[in-house]
C-alpha cells in the first residue's frame, strides 16, 4: 500500500468538501465549520486543484455539484463516519466525554422519551451534545449514510423490514385515537361511522409515499374521510385542532399526553368501523457500523434503558 500521496494531503479538505457540497455554498459552508468566506473560498480553490475538476459551478443564483463532485460526496458520506469513529477513544467515559451525536427525530419523541431521557443524561454526560434533525427530512438514508447515527423512528405494524446494515430497538407499541377540541361542536353529535366521515380532518404527512392503511381501507368500502388540511407534525396537527372545528388522529400515548395540557378529547375511532389501525411500533434504529462504537453503545443502551424505567 502505497501512502505517499495521502501523507502529503491534509483531510482537513475532505471535510471542508463536505460541508461544501452538502450546502452548495462557500458562505454557509463557512458558517457551518465557523471559517470565513475568504477562507472557505481559499479552500474550494486547494480542492479544485487536488481534484483536478471544479467541483462547484455557477448555475442561476446558486451552485451545481459537478458529477466528479456528486461521487465525491457519496464517497464522503461512508468515509468521514469511518474516519470519525477511528478517532474516538477505545472507552467512552459518558461523565467526560463531549461528544456530539447525531440523532433523526420524529417529533413525537420530544413528548413521549425526552423527559425520560433527558433530565438522566444531563446528570450522567453533562457535556455530550445531541444534533436532533427532523425525521422526515432524511428517513433512514441519513443512518445508511452516515449523516446520522441514531433514529427514532414510528410506524405501523407489520413493520418493513429493515435495509441491509440497520439494527432495531422497539420503544413502545401505541395506537390511534381520534382528538378534538372540547369546544367543538360536532362533539354533540353521535359517536358514529357517518360522524366521522362528515368530521373535517387534519391528515399528517407520513414518512413513506403512498395512502395510509384507514384511507385504502375506507376507499375499499367506499367511503372517504374529509382532509381540509395536512400538515408534517404531530404538534401541528393538535394545535390545528385546538383553534378550529377539525379533528386529527394521533398516536394515543402522545393523545393522553396532550390532553393533559391542553383542553382536548379524546374518541376511539368508532366502533362501527369495519376495520382497525393495526399497532403503530416506535423504533430506535442505528447501523451496524456503530457496533463497535462505545459512545454509541452506551448512549443506545441509555435509551432503551431508560424508557423502560
Known amino acids: 500500500m502505497n501512502l505517499s500521496r495521502l501523507a502529503k494531503t491534509d483531510l482537513n479538505l475532505l471535510v471542508s468538501l463536505n460541508a461544501l457540497l452538502e450546502n452548495m455554498s462557500v458562505s454557509r459552508a463557512a458558517t457551518q465549520l465557523n471559517l470565513t468566506q475568504s477562507a472557505m473560498s481559499k479552500t474550494l480553490t486547494r480542492l479544485r486543484l487536488l481534484f483536478d475538476d471544479p467541483l462547484l459551478v455557477r448555475q442561476g443564483q446558486g451552485m451545481k ?11 464522503l458520506q461512508q468515509l468521514l463516519p469511518q474516519l470519525e469513529q477511528l478517532l474516538q477513544p477505545a472507552c467512552f467515559d459518558p461523565a467526560s466525554s ?63 423490514p429493515l435495509p441491509n446494515g440497520l439494527r432495531q430497538h422497539t420503544l413502545m407499541t401505541d395506537r390511534y385515537l381520534c382528538v378534538a377540541a372540547n369546544h367543538n361542536p360536532r362533539l354533540r ?51 390545528s385542532v385546538l383553534c378550529s372545528d377539525l379533528l386529527t388522529i394521533l398516536p394515543a400515548a402522545y393523545a393522553a399526553q396532550m390532553a393533559q ?49
Open 65 to 75: 455539484a459537478t458529477p466528479r463532485a456528486e461521487a465525491l460526496f457519496q464517497q
Open 189 to 239: 353529535h353521535p359517536w358514529q361511522l357517518a360522524t366521522f366521515l362528515a368530521w373535517p380532518q387534519v391528515h399528517i404527512h407520513c414518512e413513506w409515499d403512498g395512502d395510509w392503511l384507514l384511507d385504502s381501507e375506507l376507499a375499499r368500502l367506499g367511503h372517504q374521510r374529509q382532509v381540509m388540511m395536512q400538515v408534517s407534525s404531530l404538534q401541528a396537527a393538535m394545535q
Open 98 to 160: 463531549d461528544r456530539t451525536f447525531r440523532l433523526s427525530v420524529i417529533d413525537g419523541a420530544y413528548t413521549l422519551f425526552f423527559p425520560k431521557w433527558l433530565p438522566k443524561l444531563r446528570k450522567l454526560a453533562p457535556h455530550i451534545r445531541l444534533e436532533c434533525f427532523p425525521a422526515q427530512d432524511l428517513g433512514l438514508d441519513g443512518l445508511i449514510a452516515g449523516q446520522q447515527e441514531l433514529a427514532i423512528t414510528a410506524q405501523d405494524e407489520p413493520v418493513a
Open 261 to 309: 395540557q391542553y383542553p382536548l378529547t379524546l374518541l376511539e375511532l368508532p366502533m362501527t368501523l369495519p376495520l382497525s389501525l393495526p399497532p403503530l411500533r416506535q423504533q430506535l434504529i442505528w447501523h451496524q457500523r456503530s457496533d463497535n462504537d462505545p459512545g454509541l453503545k452506551w448512549l443506545t443502551e441509555f435509551f432503551i434503558q431508560a424508557v423502560q424505567q
